[in-house]
């Protein structure tokens, strides 16, 4: 076997036509290997690509329907959280002048009214899943006839604070034509939740 190889190696090297017929042949190897790669005979045909477009345009156009759905709800979040802000700017007080302006405001409603205020007071509670928010929480005693009730709600109801009523107790004194009243509101607050006041 080395002897055939060694007498190959010396006709190769006696006659440079040998070479060159073996050069030649992986030349047009090496062409023929470029044809396939850049024709493609195994690729799909006229119709399979054809459907491989107009899938792909479908996809384009599913794509562009789902970040046209995403931009109108990004709009919808921003415009929600806007509407947010100002609710709680209107209706939610600073921590520093809640509790005057509540008292304040059922104090006025009270004289409105004709209702006589008797004892009152206030606590802070921490509002759940908010570092921000706090709800106060007031319970007030009056003294008053019924219409008087009536009328301390309805003016409690149109006030421009955001009071809760919670609950709401009358019970008639002796003499039956004045009420003992008792109730619970409640009222928000921006600011520290459960921050001394």
Known sequence: MIQFLHNSVTRFRRDPRILA???????????????AVVFKPWAASAADLERQVTSLGKQ???RQAAIERLRALVSKIESARAEGDRFLGA?????????????EELQTLAQKAGIKEKEKAYVFEPIEGSDTLSMMSVTANYEGSFADLMQFLNL????TRFLILDSLQAAP???GLTLNVGMKLHGFVRGEAGAAE
């Open 21 to 35: 017929r073996i050069a030649l042949g992986l030349l047009l190897l090496a062409n023929l290997v470029m044809a």
């Open 60 to 62: 384009v156009r599913d």
């Open 91 to 103: 209706y939610f007080m600073s921590r520093r002048t809640v509790s005057s302006t509540i008292l």
């Open 156 to 159: 409690l109801d149109r006030s």
């Open 173 to 175: 004194q002796q003499s």
